[in-house]
Every structure is written in structure tokens, then in C-alpha cells.
């Protein structure tokens, strides 16, 4: 079985401060690994993804994130917060081998304050 | 290119009705999901179509939601009878077949049962 743990479903930071999004993973198989983005009202875009390769992943809009195995992470960090990045964040999991289920964490809600 | 598409947006029902939901995956993507997403958590699958067969259903409530892809393309769910606890956005997304490929999500159908 596969799960995701995202710690702090509400993370607020000021306009251009650090942004960190925690995610940690359980997956009895190598994963793979992706970030998504919700907008108010919209469905989900990808920001980024771990497949195999490079641990450190850059994304869309600024955002990467690092695979670190021996922590069971992967974390999403950008280094200066926009206000256009406020929007609710999921992290979630998928097996390399043996099904394509994707399996989300139950989300972060970002808020930037001016 | 275009997205993925759903329809309609919003519905609103009472209980013990029944409702559908369509959606119309992107050209050429062979791998179709539905999601429900209720209001504070992540997306849980309902069902993934590989071209019109049924990979994955397990987590499905047979009893009142059925999905079909009759030709390999678009898709329709349907909810009979509806309960309370179905409130949620109803995501529908789709993939080239991979496991490691990018889901495309739709915008998703609001559903709001009274």
C-alpha cells in the first residue's frame, strides 16, 4: 500500500519569503512522485514530478522539489513567495511497478500575505 | 491543445436522485479517471479506464455509482441514488498510459446534494 502525509494543511508566508510544503511518502515499491496545484474553482495542474534521475526536480512557476529516500520525503520549496502562488497544494505518490493508482495527501493551503 | 473537458460544472440534487456526469478526455489518451474530492481533502479515485475496459474500480461504491466508456473515449458517471455524504467535486482526468505520465485534470463538476 501506498499513502502521503502532508504536514500543515495551511501554511502562510509574506510575499517573498521562502515557501516550504511538506510531503512525506509510504510506498512499499520505488515511487514516483508529484506535486499538484489547485486554483480556486479549477482542477489540478502539475508542477512537478520525480520519475527516476536527478533527486532535485525544478517545476513550473520557481517550485522544486527533492527526493531524499532515506527521509521518506519530498518536500516542495520555492525561494520567494508571489501572491499568485496562493492556492492549495497536493503531494501524491505512485507506484513504479504493479498499477497506476495515485494516491494524494490531503493537501496544503497556501496563503501569501502582502 | 485541448483539455480536458466536463460537464456540467454544477449540479445540484436531492437526495435519493439521481445525476450524471460526462467528461471528454484529451485526443489520444488511452488512460481515463474519475475522481471525488471532497471539500478539505485530496482526490480519491473512483475508477481508471484503460481505452473503454476497467483497470482499477475497487474503490468505487458499486451499489449507487456506475461509470462507462463505451468507445474508448469520452466517459460518463452516475450517481443513483444520490446520499448526502456525495457532495463533492467530481474530477475527471486523463493520461498516456504510463504510470509515471502526467494526469490531466478537468475542471471538475461541483456536486451539491440537499
Known amino acids: 500500500a501506498q499513502s502521503v502525509t502532508q504536514l500543515g494543511s495551511h501554511v502562510s508566508v509574506s510575499e517573498g519569503a521562502l515557501v516550504l510544503l511538506r510531503c512525506n511518502y509510504s510506498s512499499s515499491v520505488p515511487p514516483y512522485l508529484f506535486w499538484y496545484v489547485q486554483y480556486p474553482n479549477q482542477g489540478l495542474q502539475l508542477l512537478l514530478k520525480y520519475t527516476t534521475g536527478a533527486t532535485l526536480v525544478k517545476g513550473i512557476n520557481g517550485f522544486e522539489a527533492e527526493f531524499k529516500k532515506s527521509e521518506t520525503s519530498f518536500h516542495l520549496t520555492k525561494p520567494s513567495a508571489h501572491m499568485s502562488d496562493a492556492a492549495e497544494y497536493f503531494c501524491?505518490?505512485?507506484?513504479?511497478?504493479?498499477?497506476?493508482?495515485?494516491?494524494f495527501g490531503e493537501g496544503t493551503q497556501l496563503t501569501v500575505n502582502p | 491543445e485541448a483539455g480536458v473537458a466536463q460537464s456540467p460544472r454544477y449540479k445540484i440534487i436531492e437526495k435519493r436522485q439521481s445525476v450524471a456526469f460526462w467528461c471528454n478526455p484529451i485526443?489520444?489518451?488511452?488512460?481515463l479517471y474519475w475522481y471525488q474530492q471532497i471539500l478539505g481533502q485530496g482526490p480519491k479515485l473512483l475508477i481508471q479506464f484503460q481505452n473503454n475496459g476497467v483497470v482499477d474500480d475497487s474503490q468505487l461504491p458499486k451499489d449507487r455509482f456506475s461509470a462507462e466508456r463505451l468507445k474508448g473515449v469520452d466517459s460518463t458517471l452516475k450517481i443513483q441514488p444520490a446520499k448526502l455524504e456525495d457532495s463533492a467535486v467530481y474530477l475527471c482526468a486523463s493520461s498516456l498510459e504510463r504510470s509515471y505520465n502526467e494526469q490531466f485534470f478537468g475542471p471538475g463538476t461541483r456536486l451539491t446534494v440537499l
Open positions: 485526443s489520444g489518451h488511452a488512460t
Open positions: 501524491a505518490v505512485n507506484k513504479m511497478r504493479g498499477g497506476s493508482r495515485l494516491t
